[in-house]
């Protein structure tokens, strides 16, 4: 071990209370970014995946005349190879094909138009839809009828329960009639009200018998490992792993205005983190000036032995990296519990709040997001203030002469 | 100036009578010659997309304008399907769900199971001679028969929802050789164009037809494969329980 590393370590035990003080400070700056933000990029991740992830995709392959009409007759012919080679990319989670269009679902007296989507549970991720899964059950036993399940709120309007039947007469594909008897198998909450009340899911091959678009798929929607990634993983997955005819689009294209909302109010977020770290900064900054005044006669001393300033300047560097990497991970372990905690048991949003927000779209619940991308930034960043903060110091041993005092 | 004018037309107006050339009677020969006849006919239409082209049989039971049902007997995933236009009322009955819908009537104006037909045309239109006030223009030449250009514009108790059809009577024998129907906003929406006549049962019918719609980028012809009189066909035939039963 290096001299310089040696004392710098040395002098952590020394003072330990000044040790702390300073821990402290970078463990609390941690602490309140990482669960900040984490919250923010929480909410948005929770908006994204309600609106995006279950429902149109991350990134959505389908025809390109299909948006935004989305109208049936747009379908795109089954390609089960294609599907293949996109499954074994190492980029891509998951593989779903899916059908949909507009139907008017009647039962007795109460009638409701629904977008019904053809859904392939096999290949679909089955916790989602257990987690959505109100009542019922996802594996009826029906020997003739189509299953179907609704949206919670479809199926009180439609005031309908489990097992009963219902009449569904829409457009179906290329001119033909969707027209068939419904077997109520489920409801579904899917955290987002406007969809519970529009949505009725039906089985994929259902859905192609219901319509008549035999053998076709409506769109395809992918969700790649790093879901944040979609923008550039569309346009390229479209050059290396092209469909005859179809378009590739990815949420951010389909939805600016869901991005733009993030944005938006991220960049909020971000002074709020500026100012935070600033305070940090001055409060740190103090505690070094108090350190290099403290120990002014002990660099004057060990310069006056013959210890060179560099050794010194090299030795606080090393000090305050480690009260900042030990600070870190105070701060890391407290922020990602919280973070974490609170991501199992979710804060719920009660009164005007949850409405706002269930009226706009989304469960009103504020799950923190668990991105270590989080952690790693703003660690970075705290241990680069430590850094710069200790700057001061540095500069009181160059300024320090050996004979005063 | 105004009294030349007005003398001008009266005597274009004179001249046009003094040829014998009633709006309402040209009609009136004109629509004679079809569909004002108790009958059963099977029918075949073809709709043609940029996309796609498919082909629908039909059966009909027609006793006039008001009172018609027509049951799809291809493609076999539609087949059992049932129309029936009974007065001013508009049913629809599914074999598979077993149930009998009652649609708007708004919805004659609309297109007919994805073709460019309208409910209108598969279930009996307004009578263009009884239901219509009529503007005799200058005679035009249309598939390249020299045809009368009679305008006809919706009698206010007239349920339908076109501005004007502007109807285009062919001169030598007195049918029709094509039917234009404009929106409230001036704009073209439908194009009939009867294609072909024959004499069937000792009655003369358009046995084929042409719908065009979105300015000829997609069209629909439809073709009658057998048409028979059935003079035994009663109102009372035009029940949901017909519907229902009709048979093979």
Redesign the interface.
């Known amino acids: 071990m290096s001299l310089s590393l040696t004392m710098a370590w040395r002098n952590l035990g020394r003072n330990r209370r000044r040790s702390a003080i300073t821990g402290s400070a970078v463990a609390f700056a941690l602490f309140f970014a990482i669960s900040l933000r984490s919250f923010q990029l929480g909410i948005y991740e929770h908006m994204v995946d309600t609106l995006v992830g279950g429902i149109s995709g991350y990134i959505q392959v389908s025809d390109s005349a299909y948006w935004p009409a989305q109208n049936i ?2 379908a795109i012919p089954e390609n089960p190879q294609w599907k293949k080679t996109l499954e074994n990319d190492n980029r891509i989670k998951s593989v779903r094909p899916r059908l949909s269009g507009f139907a008017l679902l009647s039962s007795q007296k109460e009638s409701s138009v629904a977008r019904w989507m053809g859904v392939d549970f096999e290949l679909e991720d089955t916790a989602f839809w257990k987690n959505r899964l109100r009542s019922g059950t996802f594996n009826p036993s029906l020997k003739k009828n189509i299953p179907v399940w609704l949206g919670k709120r479809l199926a009180e309007g439609l005031n309908v329960d489990i097992g009963d039947t219902i ?1 569904g ?1 829409g ?1 179906g594909y ?4 969707a ?3 419904l077997i109520v198998a489920g409801t579904l909450a899917l955290g987002n009200p406007e969809l519970e009340k529009r949505a009725a899911v039906l089985k994929f091959k259902d859905a192609q018998e219901f319509s ?1 678009a035999y053998g076709m798929w409506g769109s395809v929607l992918i969700t790649p490992y790093e879901k944040e990634k979609s923008l550039s993983l569309s346009s390229q997955l479209s050059s290396e792993l092209k469909l005859e005819g179809a378009s590739w689009s990815s949420w951010e294209e389909r939805m600016p205005e869901l991005k733009q909302l993030i944005q938006a109010d991220s960049a909020g977020g971000v002074i709020v983190l500026f100012i935070l770290y600033t305070v940090i900064s001055f409060g740190l900054l103090g505690t070094m000036i108090m350190l290099a005044s403290e120990r002014r006669r002990e660099f004057t001393m060990q310069i006056a032995l013959g210890v060179k300033r560099s050794i010194l300047a090299k030795m606080i560097l090393i000090e305050a990296f480690f009260v900042g990497i030990f600070g870190s991970i105070v701060g890391i372990i407290l922020g990602r519990s919280l973070a974490y905690y609170l991501h199992l048991n979710p804060p719920r949003l009660i009164g005007d709040a949850a409405l706002a927000m269930e009226n706009m779209g989304w469960e009103p619940i504020l799950p923190p997001s668990l991105d270590w991308s989080i952690t790693f930034t703003h660690t970075a960043i705290v241990i680069c203030i430590v850094l710069l903060v200790s700057l001061w110091p540095v500069l009181t041993v160059y300024k320090s002469s050996a004979i005063n005092r | 100036m105004f009294f030349r004018i007005v003398f001008f037309f009266t005597l274009i107006l004179s001249n046009l009578s003094l040829n014998g050339q009633d709006p309402v009677s040209i009609l009136q020969k004109a629509e004679k010659a079809s569909q004002q006849i108790p009958s059963y006919s099977e029918i075949e239409i073809i709709s043609e997309r940029p996309r796609y082209s498919r082909k629908i049989k039909l059966r009909n039971w027609s006793l006039n304008n008001n009172y018609s049902i027509v049951e799809i007997s291809s493609p076999k995933r539609d087949s059992g399907m049932v129309y029936m236009k009974a007065g001013k009322k508009l049913f629809t009955y599914s074999p598979k769900t077993d149930r009998i819908i009652k649609l708007p009537s708004s919805m004659l104006a609309q297109g007919w199971m994805g073709t460019d037909a309208q409910f209108d045309n598969i279930l009996g239109a307004a009578s263009l001679s009884k239901d219509f006030n009529h503007e005799l223009k200058l005679p035009v030449d249309v598939n390249n028969e020299s045809c009368h250009f009679i305008r006809c514009v919706p009698l206010p108790e007239t349920t339908v929802a076109h501005d004007h059809i502007d109807a285009f009577i062919n001169k030598q024998n007195g049918t029709i050789s094509r039917l234009e129907v404009y929106n409230k906003k001036g704009a073209l929406i439908q194009q009939i164009d009867f294609l072909e006549y024959k004499i069937i049962d000792g009655i003369q019918l358009p046995v084929s037809l042409k719908f065009s719609a979105k300015k000829g980028t997609q069209n629909t012809e439809l073709k009658i494969l057998s048409w028979k009189k059935k003079p035994d066909l009663k109102q009372a035939f035009f029940t949901e329980s017909t519907m229902k039963n009709l048979g093979p």
């Open positions: 007759d747009l009449v007469l457009q290329h001119g033909s009639m027209n068939d008897l008549g």
